[in-house]
Nanobody, 118 residues
Framework: QVQLVESGGGLVQAGGSLRLSCAAD????????MNWYRQAPGNQRELVAS???????NYADSVKGRFTISRDNARNTVYLQMNSLKPEDTAVYYC????????????WGQGTQVTVSS
């Protein structure tokens, strides 16, 4: 399985920006879908953004227009640019890869904390 490592989290004031990175230990060129999820205390993990290997993107309604997902296949890295951050964006953010026959294989990173102060 591909190993994923997130970075870039931290503490930021409301209205600020952060860029999360998800580095894979191998090629992501053939990985069907790369996702960013988040989980706030007491909440279920929710899908924030997705990008396919054809660079088709999808976003949760709560982040549309503020977050941008991208992938750099040459660097085996996926990014999540987060602008106009709100306190409700506070969560642990996880990178996820879905691949294999029928997207049956799923790999997760360890997560990175994002805290937005009001």
């Amino acid at each position: 399985q591909v190993q994923l490592v997130e970075s870039g989290g931290g503490l930021v004031q409301a209205g600020g920006s952060l860029r999360l990175s998800c580095a894979a230990d191998g090629s992501i060129f053939s990985i069907n879908v790369m996702n960013w999820y988040r989980q706030a205390p007491g909440n279920q993990r929710e899908l924030v953004a997705s990008i396919t290997k054809f660079a088709i993107t999808n976003y949760a309604d709560s982040v549309k227009g503020r977050f941008t997902i991208s992938r750099d296949n040459a660097r085996n890295t996926v990014y999540l640019q987060m602008n106009s951050l709100k306190p409700e964006d506070t969560a642990v953010y996880y990178c996820n890869a879905r691949y294999g026959l029928g997207l049956s294989t799923s790999s997760w990173g360890q997560g990175t904390q994002v805290t937005v102060s009001s």
